[in-house]
């Protein structure tokens, strides 16, 4: 079956403008999650949503960072006034429930000129 | 509060023997493991509960204390295919979010 999908594979921008980075979890998975690993890190964790419970936004690094998840299906996570520092690969992850094994997306790989 | 992984890294040949460990400051309800790749998604190894048994197949398998919040993983006989980095993730409540260590980076030669 489809496992869980990002888009795009691979970002290139600008310093300073926005980007949005697309997950759509496995059908049916109730629990979301996203990460960044930067270049031989570990996995640093950014938010996850759960059902229709809150968001837990504790590992958003800072306010330029966002994220959604309609309908409890697709995530977009989004990042305004793009530095650096925020190149990365941006993961997405996807559980039948919180705490369930998550089947992780091949990822997005953000560069900021 | 992110868990600690040791070692940092592991060097072995094919056949030999490791132990990952993974240590919280914070009582924990669940201990998850990963194996990642180079250039792959991390990939779901095996989850330890609170108050469940040790768990694994039978060349890799974990461990769960959780007195001492600290949870092991055990590769014995390794084979090349083991290589990647090991994660260990924590929950501290269940269906709160999985914090994950830096990762232990496990190389296996021939």
């Known amino acids: 079956g489809a496992g869980v999908s990002q888009s795009p594979s691979n970002k290139v921008t600008e310093k300073g403008k926005d980007v949005e980075l697309r997950c759509d979890p496995i059908s049916g998975h109730t629990a979301l999650y996203w990460y960044r690993q930067s270049l031989g890190q570990g996995l640093e964790f950014l938010i996850y949503f759960q059902g229709n419970s809150a968001p837990d936004k504790s590992g958003l690094p800072s306010d330029r960072f966002s994220a959604e998840r309609t309908g409890g299906s697709v995530s977009t996570l989004t990042i305004q006034r793009t530095q650096q520092e925020d190149s990365a690969v941006y993961l997405c992850?996807?559980?039948?429930?919180?705490?369930?094994?998550?089947?992780f997306g091949d990822g997005t790989r953000l560069s900021i000129l | 509060q992110q868990p600690v992984q040791s070692p940092q890294a592991v060097i072995l040949r094919e056949g030999e023997d490791a132990v990952i460990n993974c240590s919280s400051s914070k009582a924990l309800y669940s201990v998850h493991w990963y194996r990642q790749k180079h250039g792959e998604a991390p990939v779901f190894l095996m989850i330890?509960?609170?108050?469940?048994e040790q768990k694994g197949h039978e060349k890799i398998s974990a461990s769960f204390n959780e007195k001492k919040q600290q949870s092991s993983l055990y590769l014995t006989a390794s084979q090349l295919s083991y290589s990647g980095t090991y994660f260990c993730?924590?929950?501290?409540?269940?269906?709160?979010?999985?914090?994950f260590g830096k990762g232990t980076t496990l190389s296996v030669s021939s």
């Open positions: 330890l509960l609170k108050g469940g």
């Open positions: 993730g924590t929950e501290d409540q269940a269906g709160t979010a999985l914090i």
């Open positions: 992850a996807s559980s039948p429930q919180g705490g369930q094994p998550q089947h």
